[in-house]
């Protein structure tokens, strides 16, 4: 069992397959499905879920190093521009 989510209402630490703790479930009755949960307890999830998404799934970046000459050329001209294109060679 992972400990690495809150619980969604009081933010104790609980098990990635819950969103609330047995505490606060007791005590606001949110047991059973999220779906049949008051609207101010379900807002309380959909914001902890969006929270483990980003955690769950944070970017990384990739380096030029791995990408195709064509892949890295491409990222460079959107970065960098057109070759020729820069604004020093309009003077």
């Known amino acids: 069992m992972r400990i690495r ?3 969604c209402v009081c933010e104790k630490p ?7 703790c047995a505490d606060c479930g007791c ?9 049949a ?6 807002e309380l999830r959909n914001a902890e879920q969006r929270r483990r998404r980003r955690r769950d799934n944070t970017p990384y970046p990739i380096p030029l ?3 195709s000459v064509g892949g890295r050329a ?4 959107i970065f960098y521009g057109d070759p020729g294109d820069s604004d020093a060679s309009e003077g």
């Not at 609980?14 to 609330?20: G, N, Q």
């Open 27 to 35: 005590n606001f009755r949110l047991a059973g499905s999220w779906a």
């Open 65 to 67: 190093g791995y990408l």
């Open 74 to 77: 491409a990222i460079e001209r």
């Open 37 to 42: 949960w008051p609207d101010w307890a379900r």
């Open 14 to 20: 609980i098990a990635d397959s819950f969103w609330v």
């Open 5 to 7: 989510s809150r619980c």
